[in-house]
């Protein structure tokens, strides 16, 4: 139907997270339209990112040379470690501007029915960081969903032996949300996490 | 399309574009059902976390060729006991796994949706070692394929019994053996469980027989499904 380099960039496009045939077709005929100049800016960055882009060998955020740039930063106080998921959570938690710490990223959550256990994670290089780092704090920081509280829960019991302090994030409602409206989980734990009000 | 309310555990999730999941859920009376759960994952989504695996809710959906569309979620129950205990939560995730490849896409299967939310129930009050293999052996005799346990599944000899084989699908005597070998209290305990001493086996403490046990009923499912059970193999509690 299609010439074959189209089909086939059809093809590659469709293998995208989130990307369905329709929406591959409609992407690759904008390509097609495009200026050649703004086609090859893409194809550039593509490039760049798969040769230039690595993982920091101390956290495992995505970094372009040796350390991150989280890892670089000497402001940053590294006796405190916030674990997350992804790369992408780093991102979300540094728009809180509330977090002065250094990461880890697990690259994933535990999930027995996938088959992702603690060796598909980067859990022995957590072990091994604490061992050597001045590290007085571990923050959990792994999704409020199953497979992250299970992560968490593995975490937190792996960790207690070696004296380190740990915190789990709290778990609460959205701000701007309505009380009505929120699962009975959500609240229930909102609930528990309530503290003092100063006046 | 048609609209259709039922009663559900969900089994797993699974991302589906910026905002949305895949649910798949266990039903009372629609058997599995794969329904799309939208905007879930956005902080403010109506569905919250009620559309969480574990979760034991009341659906509505719309009926959709491939996929359905829920449009509501009451939780019923949230198991929250079960989600926050390690040991606990790593036991559930075997009964989604195998609830998951026992139940079937349009068959209605009320009698293991029941078994399922029997079992977390159990679970939710306390973490009972045995759960996972009496669920497991209760749900092979559901579907007809108990190992034979009274006596030689290959002689008919009375015993004493030694082993225990999966393609077989029983116990063995000494002079048939293969597989592996089980305790006297193995058996004891196998025969006792599928035998309506359901509820004092659940009091059984947990140790190496408790283990031997889950193991035997572990590799029976496995054998039945003709597949690994994920969640044992790799289980985060152990
Ligand atoms: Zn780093
Ligand atoms: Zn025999």
């Known amino acids: ?199 | 399309m048609t609209l259709y309310r039922d009663e559900g555990v969900v089994l797993r999730t699974m991302r589906l574009g910026e905002a949305d999941r895949i649910v798949t859920v266990v039903t009372r009376g629609h058997g599995k059902v794969r329904a799309v759960a939208k905007g879930v994952r956005k902080t403010k989504s109506k569905f919250g976390g009620r559309l969480e695996p574990l979760s034991h809710v009341a659906l509505q959906c719309w009926a959709g060729r491939e996929l359905d569309i829920v449009t509501e979620a009451v939780v019923l129950d949230a198991f929250r006991s079960v989600r926050e205990d390690l040991s606990r939560v790593t036991k559930a995730y075997t009964l989604l796994e195998v609830v998951d490849q026992v139940a079937q896409e349009g068959h209605r299967n009320p009698r293991l949706y029941e078994m399922l939310v029997g079992a977390l129930k159990v679970l939710d009050d306390q973490d009972v070692p045995l759960l996972v293999a009496s669920f497991l052996l209760k749900m092979l005799a559901a579907e007809g394929s108990a190992p034979f346990l009274e006596a030689c599944v290959s002689c008919g000899s009375a015993g004493p019994l030694v082993a225990f084989d999966q393609v077989e699908g029983g116990a063995l005597c000494a002079s048939c053996r293969r597989g592996r070998s089980v305790s006297p209290e193995g058996l004891a305990l196998l025969r006792r469980i599928l035998g309506g001493g359901l509820s004092s086996a659940l009091l059984e403490p947990a140790g190496p027989l408790a283990d031997e046990v889950t193991e035997l009923a572990a590799e029976a499912m496995e054998a039945h499904l003709d597949r690994r059970l994920r969640s044992v193999r790799s289980n985060p509690a152990g």
């Open chain 1, 1 to 199: 139907m299609y010439t074959a380099p189209l089909q086939a960039l059809i093809d590659e496009l469709g293998r995208l997270p989130g990307v369905g045939p329709k929406s591959a077709q409609r992407m690759a005929f904008h390509l097609l339209k495009v200026a050649p100049e703004d086609a090859l800016r893409l194809t550039e960055a593509i490039t760049a990112v798969k040769e230039r882009t690595t993982l920091c060998p101390v956290c495992f955020n995505v970094a372009e040379g040796d350390l991150c740039d989280m890892c670089a930063d000497t402001r940053r106080d590294p006796s405190l470690v916030c674990v997350v998921e992804d790369p992408r959570d780093i991102v979300a938690v540094e728009k809180t501007q509330e977090f002065r710490g250094c990461y880890h990223v697990l690259h994933g959550a535990l999930n027995p029915i996938e088959g992702i256990g603690p060796d598909q994670l980067r859990v022995r290089e957590l072990l091994t960081r604490l061992d050597g780092d001045a590290i007085t704090e571990v923050i959990l920081c792994t999704n409020p969903n199953l497979e992250g509280e299970a992560t968490a829960m593995y975490l937190a019991r792996l960790l207690r032996p070696l004296g380190v302090r740990i915190t789990r994030i709290a778990s609460g409602l959205p701000v701007g949300g309505d009380l009505e409206y929120a699962d009975e989980l959500t609240l229930g734990r909102a609930l528990e996490g309530r503290r003092d009000v100063e006046a």
